[in-house]
């Protein structure tokens, strides 16, 4: 599987790149507004923010062969984060029916707060490959069973953490978190069936409930974790906990408005056990 505990969340020199092609390319010194963009998190904000970047992304059918994921997913919540600020509500889906809920300005809030946009981000790049694997896990002392385990299965990613000991299980709680809060985010207004299910959920035995439930749980574990802090994710992983139904509505508001727009699958398929 992956490094579960990597945290990406810088731009490439490719990236930083794009960004100067676009901002400023006729810049007489280049090499420092691209320090600028790397440690000042307000004018990378800026960068990142300015229309012309995200017209840029938008309409660009090529744009995964010059930046990375991660860049093109942060331009989308930039721009989310200014959309959501000019609506008085967000919409949810309640079986089939599109319900509003009055809640954007928690929303813009919740996008206010220092290093969140950048993470969900990051959330949302680690979704573009997924990779499996069979492992042996213990499930009592002494004996142990060949399990199919895959980056995206909660269940699977439960069961490894439960076999290893604590201080290797910061990157299996964040993992969990991220596969609750992205799942719950993006396919919550998945088609549904006449009983107003959505159809991967028939797959498995987990309710959306549930899966609020363990990320608020998993988040809180990932934040208690020594190396949350020594990452720099306390605060992170705290705000997520707190505000998981609010983090859910940009990534509900991005696959609803914006990634119809291109072609081509941006995410791995789920995949349950």
């Known amino acids: ?27 007489l010194n280049p090499d420092s507004i691209k ?28 744009v995964f062969l010059k930046i990375s994921p991660y860049l093109y997913f942060e331009v989308l919540i930039r721009r989310i984060h200014k959309d959501i600020k000019t609506i008085p509500y967000t919409v949810e889906q ?3 029916e599109s319900i509003p809920v009055f809640d954007s ?16 981000a990051h959330l949302l790049a680690s979704f573009t490959k997924i990779e499996s694997s069979v492992r042996l896990v213990r499930v009592r002392n002494g004996v142990y069973k060949r399990r199919h385990l895959n980056d995206m299965d909660m269940d699977s990613l439960i069961t490894l953490a439960a076999s290893v000991n604590e201080m290797e299980r910061f990157g299996y709680y ?14 919550r207004g998945s088609p549904t069936d006449q009983n107003g ?22 988040y809180g574990l990932a934040g208690e974790h020594p190396d949350s802090e020594i990452a720099g994710l306390g605060e ?35 995949i349950f056990s």
């Open 1 to 27: 599987m992956v490094n579960l505990n990597a945290v990406h969340m810088d731009f490439s020199d490719r990236d930083l790149d794009f960004l100067l092609s676009i901002v400023a390319p006729e810049a």
């Open 35 to 62: 320090r600028a963009i790397r440690d000042d998190l307000g004018y990378r904000r800026s960068v990142v923010s300015d229309v012309r970047v995200f017209n840029h992304v938008n309409s660009d059918e090529t």
């Open 94 to 96: 309640l079986g089939r």
């Open 105 to 120: 300005k928690k929303v813009v809030k919740l996008l206010d707060v220092p290093m969140i946009p950048e993470y969900l």
């Open 174 to 187: 964040k993992r969990i978190g991220d596969v609750c809060l992205f799942i719950t985010g993006l396919f």
């Open 197 to 218: 299910k959505p159809f991967w959920l028939r797959r498995i035995h987990r309710s959306l409930d549930e899966y609020v439930s363990e990320g608020r749980r998993f």
């Open 236 to 270: 992170v992983f705290s705000t997520l906990k707190d505000n998981f139904t609010s983090a859910c509505k940009p990534l509900a508001f991005l696959g609803a408005n914006y990634f119809h727009v291109k072609t081509g699958k941006l995410f791995a398929a789920p």
